[in-house]
């Protein structure tokens, strides 16, 4: 999963800080959170923060508790935050001071019975291990193709030569096409066979040398398309009943898992919100009745309703994400299927088909199964996820028996959220109350369910009058929109209490967030607490009002050139430049590219050389013609000589007339 620090503070150097000012902006930030001055160099404030928080984790052990810098680092703003601490931020920290800091944070961190400690561990542990879907498939990707990083490379940096090398490197694509593809072990001889049939029937090995002669980047591209390709016809070799070997039923098993978590996480939902409820009517009876405040300590419970109300929270954004998993993997399915189908009539009974044709489908089909393998990962994450969360609520049934819930619950009417919403859903703001506020209403704001309502939606002026009572509050009652905030309301009383001094409730919300870190999570008030005044100029603010520092960057463009540009590039008025091409090009017909390599590029860098081509030249010269004259042929007979004593000669002349030759 991602690690991300917790509302922009983490013990780590050089975490995010929220607004983009780099590391060292940070650490000065934090020095200033932690009581340095400003002058204090920030490689020696952050050195001395993380001695505290080493210190306060060594304490921690000690004592047989172990927790992490992140929870530290979170407990210890905390501390400081709180105005009854008394940590004077604009003088430097003294040795009693950083031991009384050490101090403070050990003794709350070891303070198990606590629902505001078990608030914080859940927040931490959540947002260190909770992501959106789209970051958690992009890190999921990332994660897989780096484990393949070192077989890609043995396959793409590969020079077989002999025999038994490119069998080796086959064997390899293979394997290759079984991790990258998900579809059964590698070390599976029926699934290896498989694999190794489709594969052959698109890539036979005797294309190896083409493979080896291609660059890294076109190997890479080659070996995942190869992949997707074989994943496809083993899913259709699935499909058809005539393979398939070790590949899961996704699509079934999505669809008993689906259900099944979303089953789990409302009965959990419902468990909390029951116990919310309760806390609630409580909390309400105490607030009226101050003699029972005394005996229970309604900060507890209080405490108590933050952590049920932030598990609420949590166990709705899983769903959320489970929901859309869902309407995901519906849709897939629906798509999966109308693949197969196109594929069936495509293929149908011939012998061979044009690889235009299926390549296309099977790779559609090896995207799909991707995507189902990528629902079956978050589908697990998000279970276990909630199962971790569940823990984070154990000191409920210690501080809180049933027998005393239900004693305290006599003669109170338990009402749930929707509840109190129906009971004023009629009364709604009149606009004619107001002049200078404006109030937005369904029927007259567009996207009205997807405006950003200010802490999670719960009633300010309720938390502020009741004490800090959360209490969802109710859009149709009307939305108000004050500095580009927005905030709701459960009552019509309580929208026009709030919206006569709106800055009083806002600064009384801070002021509690500040005792209750746990607040600043749950009512995410984080740009309210990402920087501190020193108190030299809190002084100056009335009612120790702490203005945030908004930043922003924006920026904005306008077209240079509207219509598309007139002007010719390759356009010359200077007759001489003309002539220099001309020259140029004309010396160019009697050159010639030399290239050379050495002994350390050999074989490592591709090279290349232009030359002229060679041409085919012939000519013709005027006709020859020949005579010929015949050949003189005389023989001579009677040379041996015979019987007589004189030799008889003959001469016979068999040479051809001119006319007859």
């Not at 995010?16 to 590391?23: A, H, I, L, T, V």
């Not at 629906?334 to 044009?354: D, H, I, W």
């Not at 945030?548 to 001489?576: A, G």
């Amino acid at each position: 999963m991602v690690t991300r620090p917790l509302w922009g503070f983490s013990s780590q150097a050089g975490s995010r800080s929220g607004r983009g000012e780099g590391p060292r902006a940070e650490s000065a930030s934090r020095g200033r959170c932690f009581g340095f001055p400003p002058r204090m160099p920030p490689t020696q404030a952050e050195s001395v923060i993380k001695n505290i928080i080493r210190e306060i984790g060594q304490e921690c052990a000690a004592h047989g508790e172990v927790v992490s810098e992140t929870l530290v680092a979170f407990m210890v703003k905390a501390v400081v935050l709180d105005p009854s601490n008394g940590f004077n931020m604009d003088r430097t920290l003294v040795k009693s001071d950083v031991q009384k800091l050490v101090k403070l944070c050990v003794s709350r961190l070891l303070d198990n019975k606590n629902p505001s400690l078990d608030t914080i561990k859940m927040q931490v542990y959540f947002d260190m291990n909770y992501t959106n879907r789209g970051e958690f498939l992009e890190e999921h990707h990332r994660v897989l193709e780096s484990r393949l990083g070192s077989i890609s490379r043995e396959i793409t940096d590969n020079r077989a030569c002999s025999r038994e090398e490119l069998e080796s490197l086959y064997r390899k694509i293979v394997s290759y096409v079984l991790l990258r593809s998900g579809l059964g072990a590698p070390t599976d001889i029926k699934i290896v066979r498989e694999a190794t049939a489709a594969l052959q029937s698109v890539f036979p090995q005797a294309e190896l040398g083409t493979f080896l002669t291609l660059s890294k980047k076109d190997k890479e591209r080659q070996l995942k398309e190869l992949t997707m390709i074989v994943t496809g016809i083993r899913l259709f070799n699935r499909d058809c009943g005539k393979g398939g070997e070790g590949i899961d039923d996704l699509p079934a098993i999505l669809h008993e898992a689906i259900p099944a978590t979303t089953q789990h996480i409302d009965s959990q939902l419902e468990t909390a919100q029951e116990q919310i409820y309760r806390y609630t009517a409580i909390l309400e009876k105490v607030t009226k009745n101050p003699l029972i405040s005394m005996e229970l300590q309604p900060y507890m419970l209080k405490e108590a309703l933050y952590n049920v109300r932030q598990y609420e929270i949590f166990l709705q954004i899983i769903l959320s994400d489970i929901i859309t998993c869902a309407q995901e993997v519906e849709m897939m399915i629906k798509q999966l299927g109308a693949q197969l189908e196109q594929l069936k009539m495509t293929v149908k009974s011939k012998t061979a088909v044009p690889t235009s044709q299926v390549f296309p489908i099977f790779i559609a089909l090896s995207s799909l199964w991707t995507s189902f393998q990528d629902e079956t990962v978050l589908i697990s994450v998000l279970s276990n996820l909630t199962t971790h969360l569940e823990p984070f609520l154990g000191s409920h049934e210690v501080l809180f028996p049933e027998k005393l819930i239900q004693s305290l619950l006599e003669g109170v009417t338990v009402k749930s959220d929707v509840c109190r919403m129906k009971e004023h859903m009629g009364d709604r703001v009149q606009l004619v109350d107001f002049k200078k506020l404006e109030w937005l209403f369904p029927e007259t704001t567009a996207n009205f369910d997807k405006l950003l309502i200010q802490y999670r939606g719960f009633c300010p002026y309720t938390f502020v009058a009741m004490d800090g009572l959360l209490l969802p509050g109710n859009p149709a009652i009307g939305i108000l929109k004050y500095k580009e905030k927005y905030y709701t309301f459960n009552t019509r009383d309580a929208a026009y209490s709030f919206a006569e001094n709106p800055e009083n409730y806002i600064d009384v919300i801070r002021e509690k967030a500040k005792k209750n870190a746990e607040l600043i999570q749950l009512l995410e008030l984080h740009q309210q607490f990402e920087t501190l005044i020193p108190y030299s100029q809190m002084r100056d603010v009335d009612k120790h009002y702490i203005k945030p520092i908004m930043k922003c960057e924006s920026s904005t463009q306008t077209d240079t050139h509207i219509l598309p540009p007139t002007i010719v590039r390759s356009y010359e008025w200077n007759e001489w430049e003309l002539r220099r091409k001309a020259i140029k090009l004309t010396n160019l017909r009697q050159k010639i590219t030399h290239s050379v390599q050495t002994d350390l590029s050999h074989m490592r860098r591709e090279s290349c050389s232009q030359v002229y081509p060679l041409k085919d030249a012939s000519t013709q010269s005027m006709r020859e013609s020949s005579t010929r004259v015949p050949r003189p042929q005389i023989y001579l007979a009677g040379l041996r000589g015979g019987k007589s004593k004189i030799t008889q000669e003959v001469k016979v002349n068999l040479t051809r007339a001119i006319d007859e030759t």
